[in-house]
């Protein structure tokens, strides 16, 4: 499979933070903040200078916390579920199981 580290990285996104993260900006600059003033003590969570400051800032924003735990969430489920064909494969008779 993939180098990534799972684990840490679901560690990782669990400790972030949460609620959703918006957009905010200045002359210049792009940051993403949480849109929940509890959250982050109401600090930016990530600012974006330079040519790129849009889309690095839009990325960022799209892979919070929740969008990387519900793609751990289906990358899990979908190494499950090809490990359970592989068994299959490997056994017909539990065909008739499904």
């Known amino acids: 499979m993939s180098n990534i580290d799972k684990q840490a990285l679901r560690a990782d996104a669990l400790e972030a933070t949460g609620g959703s993260w918006v957009r905010e900006s200045g002359e210049g600059w792009e940051a993403i903040c949480c ?3 509890q959250g982050n003590a109401g600090f930016i969570i990530a600012e974006f200078q330079g040519e790129n400051a849009t889309a690095n800032r839009k990325f960022v ?3 919070n916390p929740a969008t990387v735990l519900a793609l751990l969430d ?3 489920a979908a190494e499950k579920r090809i490990a359970e064909l592989g068994t299959l494969a490997f056994n017909p008779a539990l065909l008739d199981v499904i």
């Open 61 to 63: 924003q799209s892979a």
């Open 74 to 76: 289906e990358l899990e």
């Open 35 to 37: 849109d929940d003033d």
